[in-house]
């Protein structure tokens, strides 16, 4: 596609229940990132992929917090149990990569997923 | 540990001005990225500029331009000929090769006609 996709573009849960989020990179995109944003906490990084592994997810908040990469391509966020905390807007990423050692290069963002958890 | 820092929460510009919106960031890096993204009421985070941090020419993108002092750690944005469709939130942003964006706290920008 010409740009980064998510779906679903807000999600009402209520807690305690599971919630998946999906992001659809630029096509030819090898990297992908998760980012969260918030009122009180601005915009955090929660995890990235190189192609199908993840070297960094140093950003998930907690052990209800994963998220898979299928086919160097699309990407699922899932949230057990959600709590209302959880509740923000929810950023995806995908950028072209780049050599080992160097920055990886311009990440292009998708709308967002606006979670409410009630 | 690297950080970003807007110290404007929020500033305004009458249409047609130029106004300049401030950053500073501290690393131990010597090869990154910096980049401006706008994000106006849709939510949708859009690149404005970047600049590679090996490059010594300031990067320009049509109305907006960066004055980046390497040594100094500092990355401002100049919008000139403000337009109404400027008004938005702008975030400044650090990457150095491990894939995290670092964004600082975010300007509100507000133009008036």
């Known amino acids: 596609g010409a740009g980064v996709s998510q779906s679903p573009s807000n999600k009402v849960t209520e807690k305690g229940k599971d919630v998946e989020l999906r992001c659809d990179p630029i096509?030819?995109?090898?990297?992908l990132y998760w980012y969260r944003q918030s009122l009180g906490q601005g915009l955090e990084f929660l995890i990235y992929?190189?192609?199908?592994?993840?070297?960094?997810k140093s950003g998930l908040p907690s052990d209800r917090f994963s998220a898979e990469r299928t086919g160097g391509s699309v990407s699922t966020l899932t949230i057990q149990r959600t709590q209302q905390e959880d509740s923000a807007v929810y950023l995806c990423?995908?950028?072209?990569?780049?050599?080992?050692?160097?920055?990886?290069?311009?990440?292009?963002f998708g709308p967002g997923t606006r979670l409410t958890v009630l | 540990a690297q950080t970003v820092t807007q110290s404007q929460p929020e500033m305004s510009v009458q249409e047609a001005e130029t106004v300049t919106l401030s950053c500073t960031y501290d690393?131990?890096?010597?090869?990154?990225?910096l980049f401006w993204y706008k994000q106006p009421p849709s939510r949708q985070m859009i690149l404005v500029i970047r600049?590679?941090?090996?490059k010594q020419q300031n990067a320009t993108e049509n109305r907006f331009s960066v004055n980046f002092q390497k040594a100094a750690k500092s990355f401002s944005l100049k919008i000139s000929d403000s337009q109404l469709g400027d008004t938005a939130m702008y975030f400044c942003?650090?990457?150095w090769g491990t894939g995290k964006l670092i964004f600082g706290q975010g300007t509100t920008l507000q133009v008036k006609p």
């Open positions: 990423a995908s950028s072209s990569g780049a050599p080992s050692g160097g920055p990886l290069g311009t990440q292009y």
């Open positions: 096509s030819g995109h090898t990297a």
């Open positions: 992929f190189q192609g199908n592994s993840a070297p960094d």
């Open positions: 690393t131990s890096e010597n090869n990154y990225y």
């Open positions: 600049q590679e941090a090996y």
């Open positions: 942003a650090f990457e």
